[in-house]
């Protein structure tokens, strides 16, 4: 079953195009991932995905739902971690999740549990009432994953959701986010230029070079339509867009992944 269908989607800023006349479709429970250098469209196109940015032209619809004519009814059926960083450093773990359940209009009655339940999903418990500013990298993000599914979405859109973590971290982040599209047959959509990030994770790949869509489809089929069944994805990668892929660096406190959110988005 299709979840989110595109149809010849294009974002124009000035000259600039930054998606150009993207078709893809994305099963429910799959991990989709959107691979491409910084500044390949990966972000503006998941902007488009959660109604921050509206199309130039095309269309997108999630489980039926269109972006321009039903932005309300998206909302109540996504969830999204952008680059960019969403927990208060000033708050505990908890207050966070408590925020955003309100925001969210939880009802009181089932609020509690649910934030409890988020918690311990993404090995957070322990910390719950520790202010976020002592959180590593990977803690922050396991609880902005959390907060974004307070709601219960159907489909979950992770920009970079491992952008300046460590390699422990990482794992951790994967191992979560596998977790949750096995046990709750969620959608994934998330965007990255870690080739091994998409490796691991994703369960069909788009692989993005200058907002076009160059290739696109399982692991096997790309190394398949690239010519050799044999091919690492790096040279996969570099056949289709004609450029290497980065290895990410080590960053650890909340100001320093911060910062490097803050770089990554300014990519694009």
């Known amino acids: 079953m299709i979840i989110l269908q595109t149809e010849q989607l294009t974002k124009q800023f000035g000259k600039l195009i930054a998606v150009n006349h993207v078709d893809i479709s994305v099963q429910r429970g799959e991990i989709f991932g959107l691979l491409g250098p910084n500044g390949a469209g990966k972000t503006t196109m998941l902007k488009m995905f959660t109604t921050l940015l509206s199309p130039s032209f ?158 696109q489809g399982t692991q096997k089929e790309l190394k398949k339509s690239a010519g050799d069944p044999d091919m690492s994805m790096d040279k996969v990668f570099s056949h289709y867009a004609g450029a290497e892929i980065e290895i990410g660096g080590n960053i650890h406190g909340l100001r320093e992944i911060s910062e490097t959110r803050q770089t990554a988005r300014r990519l694009g």
């Open 58 to 215: 095309g269309t997108v619809k999630i489980s039926g739902f269109d972006i321009v004519k039903q932005p309300n009814k998206v909302r109540q059926i996504i969830g999204y971690v952008p680059q960019m960083l969403s927990a208060d450093g000033t708050l505990t773990g908890y207050e966070n999740l408590l925020i955003f359940a309100k925001i969210y209009d939880l009802p009181a009655k089932t609020r509690e549990k649910r934030i409890w339940e988020l918690l311990e999903l993404m090995n957070l418990k322990d910390s719950a009432n520790f202010l976020v500013r002592t959180y590593s990298g990977g803690m922050i993000r396991r609880l902005e994953i959390a907060q974004s599914l307070l709601h219960q979405p159907h489909i979950l859109f992770l920009d970079e959701p491992t952008v300046g973590l460590d390699p422990i971290a990482r794992q951790t982040v994967w191992d979560r986010i596998i977790h949750l599209s096995k046990e709750y047959d969620l959608t994934i959509i998330l965007t990255t230029h870690y080739m091994e990030e998409a490796e691991n994770l994703c369960t069909h790949l788009a692989i993005m070079h200058l907002g076009k869509v160059v290739a």
